[in-house]
């Protein structure tokens, strides 16, 4: 089966600037996450769908950030205005239903200069 | 959320057992233990996971102590390319949450 893709790969952006990531999970995995992963650390849950709707976003900063799943499928990760503090890997993942293990896509690397 | 704690790193010979510790002293009876692994630039990909039993699978074995207080993940001969960080994550049942924390990385010397 094809695995979770991720566009872009690399992003370099200024602050203040906007920028968005695309995830395109297993074809019918349900659940669809957002995770950010700095420098040296384990991943950070950002935000949670089951379906189309969100589950969890606790943990995301609303203020600038912001993520929305098409039609239950895709999904997009928007950042604006971007800070330097958001350099990141952004990674996304997609399970088929609640407790099944989770697929990571490789990623986009933002930097904030 | 219940936390793990594991060791920052680890180092083995290439073609040795290696042995990962993971505590958990307040895990609550119906967490299982996941244990997932990030190679270098890519992200992270499911080994194993546990509720009480041992577990067995082609990639690895998950010992759990019998207070499951504690678990090892085990890799039977260390190869090159399993160096990576490992992450032993508790999960409830019915949620999805997954929680990442620092993880050990493990270095497999030649």
């Known amino acids: 089966e094809a695995g979770v893709a991720q566009s872009p790969r690399y992003k370099i952006i200024e602050k203040r600037q906007s920028v968005a990531f695309w995830c395109n999970p297993i074809?019918?995995?349900?659940?669809l996450y957002w995770y950010q992963q700095i420098l040296g650390q384990g991943p950070k849950l950002l935000i949670q769908?089951?379906?189309?709707?969100?589950?969890?976003d606790s943990q995301l900063p609303k203020d600038r950030f912001s993520a929305e799943r098409l039609k239950g499928v895709d999904s997009t990760l928007k950042i604006q205005p971007a800070k330097l503090e958001d350099s990141a890997v952004y990674l996304c993942?997609?399970?088929?239903?609640?407790?099944?293990?989770?697929?990571f896509g490789n990623g986009t690397r933002l930097t904030v200069t | 959320d219940a936390k793990t704690t594991q060791p920052n790193s680890m180092e083995s010979n290439e073609e040795e057992p290696v042995h990962l510790p993971c505590n958990h002293s307040?895990?609550?009876?119906?967490?299982?233990i996941h244990w997932y692994r990030q190679l270098p630039s890519q992200g992270p990909e499911y080994v194993i996971h546990g509720l009480t039993s041992n577990v067995n699978n082609r990639m690895a074995s998950l010992a759990i102590a019998e207070d499951r207080k504690s678990s090892t993940l085990i890799l039977h001969r260390a190869t090159l390319r399993d160096a990576a960080v490992y992450y032993c994550i508790l999960r409830a049942p019915n949620n999805n949450d997954m929680r990442f924390g620092a993880g050990t990385r493990l270095t497999v010397k030649p």
């Open positions: 769908f089951q379906n189309n709707g969100v589950v969890d």
């Open positions: 993942a997609s399970s088929l239903e609640p407790g099944s293990p989770l697929h």
């Open positions: 307040t895990i609550s009876g119906t967490d299982y």
């Open positions: 074809s019918g995995h349900a659940t």
